[in-house]
DNA sequence: CGCAGCTTGACAATGGTTTTCGTTTTCTAC
DNA sequence: GTAGAAAACGAAAACCATTGTCAAGCTGCG
């Protein structure tokens, strides 16, 4: 199934209308391999020439998480916002650079279901000094 | 080695006075078995009659976090704290209790330093309703 | 005592997010 | 197409957790 044609089915199955504003803010958001944030978001559409509120772009990022398309991640104490696949999967999301991988095994720790794992990605570990590492072990916003 | 001598340890350590204020904050956080809010910690203080100012609460945390003796966590979109263990660890945090477990197992997926695995925990997972569980798969702050 | 430096707290400022409310667009029925 | 209803839009204001400011209080030392 084409992807085009799942997003238009996952937004009227939600019951969220495909508004132009709507289409706009998902474009922008496939487009980004990272997270970003409703800010970045709005910035970037500003640039492409498309005007819309920050109001709307909140609007449109919360009804596109509601369809399914989008996931929401909190990062340096912000939301951030990227599209994801249809399957079931959780993420791994690095503090340091804010990558985020797709993760479609189970953990199932402790019988957990498993949705969001935050740490530190191995490039950005290795580049860490050790005191570092010790210094700030579990501060959501650094 | 007690408890009381580490915390007081790893603070003089870390360079952080044990003022009384510190203290107060320190004690309210080993009586709670979950993470609580700085506005929480702060009302509790109020209500065992220890006048503190809410600015104060949130430098305690702090340095209580820079010494070790505390992690943080985001839970709603808002910062919590928790006494934590000396040893290495991270966390399974259930996002629909606020439940909170200590994991010293290094799990290490994709060579991933894992700090934080956000989630729902066993018995919040049974509770729910299917259709609950894939309305908002991952949206940080329900 | 007297100074220096850390701590405290009332208040103001910050900044991401949501609410409000009036206007505009989109959908549906005729 | 036209009208009327419902949804979406956006500017401004409100919200609220968190941080900055600065003056007053406390602590340890000479
Ligand atoms: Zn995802
Ligand atoms: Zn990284
Ligand atoms: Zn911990
Ligand atoms: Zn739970």
Redesign the pocket.
Known sequence: MPEILRWHAQLSGA????????VQVLEVLIAEPRPI???QLHAELLNRGE??????????V??LVDAGLVHAF?QA????YRVCGPTRHHHLICRSCGLVLEQTAEPRTDGFEVEAVYGVCAPCARRALPEQQRDQPHRP?P
């Not at 019951?15 to 709507?22: D, I, P």
């Not at 005007?51 to 449109?60: C, E, F, N, Q």
């Not at 104490?77 to 951030?80: D, F, L, M, N, Y």
């Open positions: 019951g969220v209308r495909a508004t132009r504003k709507r944030t409703a800010r005007p819309i509120g920050l109001t709307t772009v909140y609007r449109a919360s009804s909190t104490g912000e939301a951030t916003r």
